[in-house]
Each structure stands twice: as C-alpha cells, then as structure tokens.
Nanobody, 124 residues
Framework: QVQLVESGGGLVQAGGSLRLSCAAS????????MGWFRQGPGKEREFVAA????????KYADSVKGRFTISRDIAKNTVYLQMNSLKPEDTAVYYC?????????????????WGQGIQVTVSS
C-alpha cells in the first residue's frame, strides 16, 4: 500500500504562483512514478504532470508546459508541483497519484494510488 498526502493549495491571483507537495509513504512508495491530476468544476479528471522514481524523467500536459514544474526529493519521498503564471482555468482540485505506468499511460482509470485532493483556486 502507498499513502499520499497533499499540501500547499489555496487561493492565488492570476499570474501568481503556488507549490504543491505530495508526501508518499509505504513500503514500495519510493519505486513508483508519481504525478498530479486535476479536476475542475464540471470537468473530468485530467493529467497534469508526472515524474519517474528519481525525477530524471518528466511528462507534462500541453496546457501546463512552460508554467508548471514537477520535481522529486528522494530523501523525503516527496513530489512537488511548482505552478507559475497561474490562470483562472487552472482552478481545480489537484490530486497526487502514484502508479507504475504513470509516465507511459497517464490515465485516471489506471492509477493505483490517489491522494485525498487539494483545492487550488485562481482568481481573475
């Protein structure tokens, strides 16, 4: 089992920045690719970003490329999502995810482990 706990969400004005954190625990948690999905109001859950076990490989949704950066601290078993130049359309509940196939096939229905979700609201 892998447990994921998110932190760092909140309210920010358009153009601002936030950093989300996801702390993982569990016997095999350090081996999993980890990443982030989000679900906006009335929308389906969508992929945002993912990284492999040591942070050397990353993947981003087109909508966040150049604005968001995913990173991983192996010692702390924590993944971060630095979000810059935020837009109102980034408003969503952000979910941390861990799954062996997350980089190859970042599909919500295939994710093994989810965090509880954290709200990010970007005001215009």
């Amino acid at each position: 089992q892998v447990q994921l706990v998110e932190s760092g969400g909140g309210l920010v004005q358009a153009g601002g920045s936030l950093r989300l954190s996801c702390a993982a625990s569990g016997r095999t948690s350090s081996r999993y690719p980890m990443g982030w999905f989000r679900q906006g109001p009335g929308k389906e859950r969508e992929f945002v970003a993912a990284t492999n076990w040591n942070g050397s490989s990353t993947k981003y949704a087109d909508s966040v490329k150049g604005r968001f950066t995913i990173s991983r601290d192996i010692a702390k078993n924590t993944v971060y999502l630095q979000m810059n130049s935020l837009k109102p359309e980034d408003t969503a509940v952000y979910y941390c995810a861990a799954d062996g196939g997350l980089l190859a096939a970042p599909v919500p229905g295939r994710v093994d482990y989810w965090g509880q979700g954290i709200q990010v609201t970007v005001s215009s």
